[in-house]
């Protein structure tokens, strides 16, 4: 590398540096953020357990409810689902389309809801994780609105994360931070299986 | 819901049950996966590491080499160094906008990359996570073809995820699955602080 471009790789970072400096000075506001990651990609769910990973790392507290994929094993819950700082609850009916009755699902989601309010309800709590609740949201299981109030009257400094595809434009709107996740290209459509410990 | 409703509901779900199933048979190669995740928004890394978590699920082995944080405290690492099943390396500079040296940043990717491609030979890892890797090849401190070379001449089983902003086109080729993250809103625009266990 040149003297020269050396000196204007030094000037572009730290160009970036101020105008990332600036930021931070600017984002003075100290609480909890509300997150919603959707879109069609590989990444929603792992993403929101990737960040559970990483509040427990500080030795915040995590409370989780997995609003659809009880029924298979999983990776995740595994590691999770027994750490004394973490709270896991499953919604026990497996994906929708294997059990094919909407009124077992819609009891199924209400119940676990009570668990995932409660966690919403408990300053003790730094992360809440409210995994797969789109289709929840979607099939009309949970009242949009009671979901919404009760994620405005959380504690603070608590976060929230809902993935899922579809998030409505209601949660678009209502959260702090939105991610859509697309599937730009997916091995599946290649034709190799789902492999389990990156799939589930 | 009425009898018809239910009865739509259940046929839908009948349909996408036939759907997903016939997926699931054609997709019959059973091998590891080269995944990367890319795009501006909240996720990238922390799906990764969620992906790391739900391997290590499964009692698989994981190796992760972070390209690019090395100076901050982050609650993945916190939780993930220590782990008996994980091998974890850092190149240790910082953000590039932090040192602004390039000779220097060079040089540290040069040196973990080293331990990256050990990894990429070592069939008992299931899963080798380069987290930010994209900087270190956009910023050409790494060599493509050989980065690219290593990573087609892995173990048969192992799956590998690259992440970061601004993958090129030639990963999007090599890789089988690809996620853009896009970031549609997020917290740090509206004067929210970064906050501690969720953005690190």
Chains 1, 2 share one sequence.
Not at 12 to 40: H, N, P, T, W, Y
Not at 70 to 98: I, K, Q, S, Y
Not at 140 to 150: F, G, I, R, S, Y
Request: aromatic residues 8%.
């Amino acid at each position: 590398m040149t003297e020269e471009k050396r000196q204007r790789h030094k000037e572009r970072m730290q160009q970036r540096k101020e105008i990332v400096d600036a930021g931070i000075a600017r984002a003075q506001e100290d609480k909890g953020v509300f997150i919603v990651l959707s879109g069609d990609g590989k990444g929603k769910s792992s993403s929101g357990f990737g960040t559970a990973l990483r509040a427990l790392g500080h030795g915040y507290k995590v409370g989780v409810v997995q609003f659809i994929k009880g029924a298979w094993e999983c990776g995740e819950r595994n590691m999770l689902e027994h750490m004394p700082d973490v709270e896991f609850h499953v919604m026990g009916t497996g994906f929708t389309w294997e059990t094919q009755d909407d009124e077992k699902d819609k009891q199924a989601a209400e119940q676990v809801w009570e668990k995932a309010k409660a966690m919403l309800q408990n300053p003790e709590l730094h992360l809440v994780l409210f995994d797969e609740m789109t289709y929840a949201l979607n099939y009309k299981w949970l009242d949009k609105n009671e979901v919404l109030e009760a994620i405005a009257n959380r504690p603070v400094q608590q976060s929230v994360i809902i993935t899922g595809r579809g998030a409505k434009k209601y949660l678009q709107d209502a959260c702090d931070t939105y991610s859509e996740i697309k599937a730009v290209k997916h091995a599946f459509q290649a034709g190799i299986k789902a492999q389990k410990g990156i799939e589930w």
